[in-house]
């Protein structure tokens, strides 16, 4: 099992930027994809970021594309969220996952380990 710590979230203006970092332990941080999720106040935990094992492979929904950026440094075991262009509807509690294959998956119930999340407020 991998224990998952986020860091980074605040509360931040429209158009301004956050970092959001992920420390893994527990177990070989070896061949694990990673994905940031988040969920607002009534709405479904989703995938907002995904990056596999290597790195080589990312992937973001249509409404955070070209302003956020998913990166690994597998040395550190930590996985960032660099978010720009922030809008009040990136609003959430923002989760990091992992699950124990090299590959992205879209779905949430494909990540076996969560963190306990940090919280990202935009104000217009």
């Known amino acids: 099992q991998v224990q998952l710590v986020e860091s980074g979230g605040g509360l931040v203006q429209a158009g301004g930027s956050l970092r959001l970092s992920c420390v893994a332990s527990?177990?070989?941080?070896?061949?694990?994809?990673m994905g940031w999720f988040r969920q607002a106040p009534g709405k479904e935990r989703d995938l907002v970021a995904g990056?596999?094992?290597?790195?080589?492979?990312?992937y973001y929904p249509d409404s955070v594309k070209g302003r956020f950026a998913i990166s690994r440094d597998n040395a550190k075991n930590t996985v960032y969220l660099q978010m720009n262009g922030l809008k009040p509807e990136d609003t959430a509690v923002y989760y990091c996952a992992a699950r124990t294959t090299a590959s992205i998956s879209y779905s949430r119930d494909a990540y076996s380990s969560w963190g306990q999340g940090t919280q990202v407020t935009v104000s217009s």
């Open positions: 990056i596999s094992w290597s790195g080589s492979y990312t």
């Open positions: 527990g177990r070989i941080f070896s061949n694990i994809a």
